[in-house]
Nanobody, 127 residues
Framework: QVQLVESGGGLVQAGDSLRLSCAASGRTFSSNGMGWFRQAPGKEREFVAAISWNGANIYYADSVKDRFTISRDNAKNTVTLQMNSLKPEDTAVYYC????????????????????WGQGTQVTVSS
C-alpha cells in the first residue's frame, strides 16, 4: 500500500509564495521519479515539475520555469514544491504523484507513467 499526502496549499495574493509538501507512507516508491501536477477548473490535469530518483534530473513546465523549485528528501520520503511569484493562472488543485518504475527523460513528464497520486491540495492566487 502506497499513500501520498499533500499539504501547504492556501489562498494567497499574486506575487506571494507557497511551499507544498508531499509525504509518502506505507510501502512506497519514493526512490523512483516523483512529480507535481495541477488541475484547474474546466482543464485537464497538467504537468508542473518532476524529479528523478536521485534528484539529478529535474524538469519543469514552461509556465512555471524560474518560479517553482522541486526537491526531494529520500531519507524522509518527502518531495517539496517551492512556488514563488505566484500568478492567478497558477490557481489549481495540486497533486503529488509517484512513478512505479524508474522511468527517465521525457517519461518523467508523462501523466500516465505515474501510478500513485495524493488527494490534492488547493492553491488559490488572487489578483
Amino acid at each position: 500500500q502506497v499513500q501520498l499526502v499533500e499539504s501547504g496549499g492556501g489562498l494567497v495574493q499574486a506575487g506571494d509564495s507557497l511551499r507544498l509538501s508531499c509525504a509518502a507512507s506505507g510501502r512506497t516508491f519514493s526512490s523512483n521519479g516523483m512529480g507535481w501536477f495541477r488541475q484547474a477548473p474546466g482543464k485537464e490535469r497538467e504537468f508542473v515539475a518532476a524529479i528523478s530518483w536521485n534528484g539529478a534530473n529535474i524538469y519543469y513546465a514552461d509556465s512555471v520555469k524560474d518560479r517553482f523549485t522541486i526537491s526531494r528528501d529520500n531519507a524522509k520520503n518527502t518531495v517539496t514544491l517551492q512556488m514563488n511569484s505566484l500568478k492567478p493562472e497558477d490557481t489549481a488543485v495540486y497533486y503529488c504523484a509517484a512513478q512505479q518504475l524508474r522511468y527517465s527523460g521525457a517519461y518523467l513528464r508523462a501523466r500516465d507513467k505515474y501510478a500513485y497520486w495524493g488527494q490534492g491540495t488547493q492553491v488559490t492566487v488572487s489578483s
